[in-house]
């Protein structure tokens, strides 16, 4: 397993919820990743942000990992979720609350 590899997997196992993205969810630096931090925290997520933009390995890591090819990107309890798009439509639905809530759909 390569070393960017091993901290991914490592970080979404130490969190519940992963925010990968380019910047930090205090100054996200897309409007994508501002997206997605705002849906996070209007669900009251707490989130570990990974900023993309300060580790090349990672960057590319992260779309290899994950079969997806854009930033950013969220896992929750350990499984890839999406991006901003899916995380917008899921908020309306209501199931990305029950998920960071813990509750199964």
């Not at 931090?37 to 779309?63: H, M, W, Y």
Request: proline content about 4%.
């Amino acid at each position: 397993m390569s070393d960017a590899r091993q901290r991914i997997q490592e970080t979404i196992e130490q969190n519940r919820v992963v925010l990968f993205m380019k910047g930090t969810k205090n100054f996200p630096q897309c409007g994508f990743s501002q997206r997605a931090v705002q849906i996070l925290k209007s669900c009251g997520a707490e989130f570990k942000d990974v900023n993309v933009l300060s580790d090349p390995t990672i960057r590319q890591g992260i779309k290899d990992f994950s079969n997806w090819p854009t930033i950013p990107q969220v896992y929750i309890d350990g499984k890839f979720v999406g991006g901003s798009d899916i995380l917008a439509e899921m908020h309306q639905s209501g199931e990305l609350q029950k998920l960071i809530a813990g509750q199964s759909s």
